[in-house]
């Protein structure tokens, strides 16, 4: 694993939430992982904005701002429908509609869309 700085380093996707990590230190270059936050690896949180952006939870779910002009390989924002997430998506297929009390998550899924 190649990383020159750890601010750069990340963690494979869900293995930590998309809160960032309160211990976090993102001013400073980082030496070794532990001087970031004392848990480490073992960390439930995000450590640094590259963690949260790329969290199942963000990657491909708010819009670029570059929009179509976005020239990045790997963005982390959509750039368009083809390329959109909807992060509420594998949550239901587990609870399909037809399931009771399932209606009111529905509700407000429609209302964000
Ligand atoms: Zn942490
Ligand atoms: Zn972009």
Known sequence: MYAHNWQDFRRPPFSYEREQCPQWETKHFIATYADGCPLEYRCPRSHGWKEQE??????????????????????????????RRHPLGPFFRLFPKNRPGATHVHQAFHQLY
């Open 54 to 83: 790329y969290h199942p939870q963000n990657y491909k779910v708010h819009a670029c701002r570059q929009g179509e002009q976005c020239g990045k390989p790997h963005c982390p924002y959509y750039h368009g429908e083809r390329d």
